[in-house]
């Protein structure tokens, strides 16, 4: 596969329930995969990228145990995390507009995180507050999802998938015609219960600008890219997206974990040439087609697919 590094090595996405594993190894076939992707490691044929959403995670355990898991997923990464979600999006977006090929470092970027040890208790502060904030969006959304629970035929729940991503197209469409009439880009905050967040599409007109010096010109080209072909061309916004709208069409009830999984597979999973995640995103990827769309192996942590991987493991050159 190896899709994005010149060095021919493969790129691994752990979830987080992986390295929980691999560090306590609970039985003989984490412990094989452990030796495995370590030996391969050794032999510059496989890195495991870190992610924020790590951070966040491990943030949660109890510190000796934050450090320790944190240490040993670092050992196997090679010192990379995928670019925060706004980062990524704001350079996908750039090269698609600049006509400028992906490379490792469109996706990647040198860990800039610091040991657990300096940043526990922030980290801390800054879970309660994302938490806080998710619980109070998705609260009125699961609300309206118990009242409309029921099942619908494959082929409508399709089409109301496309229309609730051509709706989230067209407030993007609406915000840049906006800020090109208007020649300005400020971000506007959102009220999440007793926090304010910075709106999520002005943050990521606010990047081009700044960031990827954005002029008038490639803002209308970014425009025009939305109207023609929507967020198919823009993986981490055709991920978000369609995952978003499957969960509203399959009227599953949405919390913290979601959110912090749609992140995770929004940013890792085109760059990825393994990804893991749970049972149930999993089939969600597969169901949606992301996983052929981007050519990428999706594992989880059912025996059948463990057993797969080490074999994958074993027979890599």
């Known amino acids: 596969m190896k899709k ?60 000796n145990n934050a450090v320790i898991h944190d240490e040993y997923f670092r050992k196997l990464s090679d010192n990379y995390v995928f670019k925060n979600e706004i980062f990524l999006t704001s350079q996908l977006i750039s090269s698609l507009i600049r006509g400028n090929r992906h490379t490792i470092n469109t996706y990647l970027e040198t860990s800039p995180f610091q040991s657990f040890n300096d940043c526990y208790s922030q980290i801390n502060d800054v879970n309660k507050v994302f938490n806080e904030s998710i619980n109070y969006h998705v609260l009125s959304q699961n609300a309206i999802r118990k009242i409309t629970n029921g099942k619908i035929e494959k082929k409508i729940e399709n089409k109301f998938i ?16 906006f800020c090109i009439k208007e020649k300005q880009i400020y971000i506007r905050p959102d009220n999440y219960g007793t926090h304010e967040c910075p709106n999520w599409i002005d943050q990521l007109l606010f990047q081009l600008y700044h960031r990827h010096s954005f002029k008038e010109n490639n803002f209308k080209q970014f425009l025009n890219e939305l109207k023609i072909n929507g967020f198919n061309r823009i993986a981490t916004l055709n991920i978000r997206f369609s995952l978003g709208a499957y969960l509203t069409v399959k ?8 959110h912090i999984d749609i992140m995770r597979i929004s940013n890792g999973l085109s760059a990825s040439d393994i990804f893991f995640t749970d049972k149930k995103r999993k089939f969600e990827i597969i169901e949606l087609g992301l996983d052929k769309l981007y050519n990428t192996k999706i594992y989880c942590g059912v025996e059948k697919d463990l057993l797969d991987f080490n074999c994958y493991l074993q027979d890599l050159k």
């Open 162 to 177: 496309e229309v609730i991503k051509n709706n989230e197209v067209e407030n993007f469409i609406e915000r840049l015609e």
């Open 251 to 258: 009227h599953k009830q949405e919390n913290v974990s979601d």
């Open 4 to 63: 994005i590094d010149p060095r021919n090595k493969t790129c691994i996405y752990l979830d987080q329930f992986v390295v929980s594993n691999l560090v306590d190894h609970p039985n003989d076939t984490w412990k094989e995969i452990r030796s495995m992707l370590e030996i391969n490691y050794s032999k510059n044929l496989l890195y495991c990228p870190l992610s924020h959403q790590h951070v966040l995670e491990t943030a949660k355990k109890e510190i």
